[in-house]
């Protein structure tokens, strides 16, 4: 039943430990192998994990990270702690054959990120937990000894994005995928983000008021339309990572933005885009019990998804733009009265409409153009459907 | 590449996202299915996630829970937090065809609740990320309509186990197990959780002392023994469950215990046994630059490791409390001058051992059986492989 490398396990202790190799596909795992033979890709792995978890700067709040039963943070008196999870599930949420390893882990940290950045939070420490083939630890064969693994280059990407944002890892968990004859076995992995607001601050969905702006950060459509794009040449996206924007592959969560609206009182209700503005302006909506208007000529639609349009990848950029999801922007009211800087931090603050009060038979989201309303859906997304 | 249900969403909102149905087994998800069209059975989960998680007592340091971005805690001021992950892996931490549902919810809760007895910390909130099969979700073709599914059955066991001690379901993330064609769709879940201690004041396992006794809480092995008759039986086992004690199906995490100790300052280190004794008692070792040397005949054996050994699944009732693992208990450290009460909230310490310096030649752990002293590996568990 027990399935941790024994000898091996004192090496990184409590949290991160790496089921040993013969326990997949079977349960029991097979335990006729000796302890002692784990794979060495894997305690590289660990190692790896180990020692870029306690690089970086100073760690604030961070008591104790990887190697007790917990790790222990210590938040400032004055503030309270915020909690997200997100899982990434591969055929799910990405695939190997389009995405880049290192894409994976910055879109696995990304997505928590932008949850905190939904709250006005300031990142305090991140948990990651992995379940993988064990394939993925090692370097593929026949290429140079310098060549990274698969886990390697998820790391890349998941630690670049978290210096940035100077998140520490505190701790996780680390498994075998399970292998069954005949079946796939598949990577998993379950972001965990803490994140710090003054109490009682941190921006919620539930407290837009009616007749407040809507607005809008960065622009929309594009992580839709970069996948459009992935879909059909994925080889020419891997290759292509350093020199373009990656809406997609590389989406910037909002931190800066979230924790200068919330500390400035520019806000009163916040969420994050990642099901697409239809879907998340109708969380907000709900929340708050209101409705909303916006414009259609107000959306602010990225570059990428005006050139899916032309390629005829998509019939309308407004399409992405509304249903897209995975922009990871946010979407925030504020009262009509306040002076809203057009950019925060270098991101634009698009303003996109407005709050309504609920009324019989007024629809949840309305999406006027010019002086035409209509109700807006949004449930829209599958009208996107890449072909 | 949007997998949440739109219109659905909102009815759970942010956290507690459940992707919709045809969106397995291939990516981008199949969304030529109306959005509308999620199955019942999976809104009827999130719906009774989100009631369960709602009930119970008052929710204390919780200030928000399912429903935003993040949820949101606020520790005392005079508190730091404590978090640990565990995953529970289909195949690797349980099998269907073993482990009744009830209990692999239990267990989930319990592996990361022991964590937290392990730092004497109290558990402010758990996160549940849970990717599950589809048709886990419905009930059982041609039972009566009041049969539960495999997920109501795993929330059963969740949630009786979260409502004993207090620990609300603060959020988490959910999401359909990908499938592939000819392959498992298997069960993973990743359990969140957060405790609070004293600031300065939690258990660790780098702070036993040279000349420290070495305790352990209850007895062990019977995990061990549970799982060498479950493989015979499953059948059994599982109808048997309210009858019996169950050390590896429902193991207690002793929660009361470790607070106890951390609080009247009774312990200097503490670990959970989870591994095995011979293997955690060499993690507390590695952390707090020490060996140890336990006595053989002070080791409690639980009873049904005594019963393998008659009924022969086992060679020895000694190796199963040696090297089983996952029996949950404690192994703690305590100065000598201590005086250590027999019981703490009904649960026996037993003195088991002495903390050593580490000194040329040696061993980490050493066994004692009367006068005969012989190295003890950390990675025995092996040898008691269920046949």
């Known amino acids: 039943m027990q399935s941790s490398p024994k000898i091996l396990s004192s090496r990184y202790a409590g949290d991160y430990q790496m089921r040993r190799p013969g326990n997949t596909g079977s349960f029991p795992p097979n335990t006729a192998r000796p302890a002692v033979a784990a794979d060495p890709s894997e305690l590289a792995l660990i190692e790896a994990i180990r020692q870029r978890a306690a690089t970086g700067k100073a760690r604030g709040p961070l008591r104790l990270g ?5 790790a222990i943070l210590r938040p400032r008196a004055s503030d309270e702690i915020v909690i997200t999870t997100d899982l990434s599930l591969e055929l799910v ?7 880049p390893a290192e894409a994976v882990g910055h879109r696995c940290l990304a997505r928590g990120l932008s949850d905190l950045a939904a709250m006005g939070a300031r990142p305090m420490a991140a948990f990651l937990s992995l379940a993988i083939p064990p394939e993925l630890t090692r370097k593929k064969r026949g290429t140079p000894t310098s060549a990274r693994s698969w886990m390697d280059r998820f790391l890349d990407g998941f630690f670049r994005l978290a210096e940035s944002f100077d998140v ?7 498994a075998q995928s399970p292998r069954v004859t005949g079946s796939l076995s598949l990577v998993t992995a379950d972001i965990l983000l803490l994140g710090s607001v003054p109490r009682g601050r941190a921006l919620l969905r539930s407290t837009a008021r009616p007749g407040d702006i809507l607005y809008v950060t960065g622009s929309l459509g594009g992580s839709a339309a970069e996948l459009l794009a992935l879909e059909r040449s994925p080889q020419r996206y891997c290759n292509s990572l350093p020199t373009q924007p990656h809406p997609h592959l590389y989406p910037q969560p909002r931190l800066a933005t979230g924790i200068k609206l919330r ?3 520019l806000a009163t209700a916040a969420i994050d885009i990642s099901d697409g503005l239809s879907t998340d302006l109708a969380h907000l909506c709900e929340a708050s019990a209101l409705t909303a208007e916006i414009d259609a000529h107000s959306i602010p639609i990225h570059v990428m998804a005006v050139l899916a349009e032309k390629a005829a990848l998509t019939p309308s950029a407004l399409t992405l733009a509304l249903h897209g999801g995975e922009d990871y922007e946010l979407l925030f009211t504020a009262a009509p009265a306040t002076r809203m800087p057009p950019k925060i931090g270098g991101v634009p603050l698009h303003p996109i409409g407005r709050m309504l009060p609920r009324r019989a038979g007024r629809p949840i989201l309305t999406l006027r153009s010019g002086s035409h309303r209509k109700p807006l859906d949004p ?3 599958q009208h996107f459907r890449p072909r």
């Open 168 to 174: 520490p890892l505190a701790g996780g968990d680390l």
């Open 263 to 265: 500390a400035d009182g």
């Open 379 to 381: 449930g829209g997304w």
């Open 66 to 70: 990887i190697g007790d039963d917990c």
């Open 93 to 99: 949420h990405f695939r190997r054959d389009w995405h």
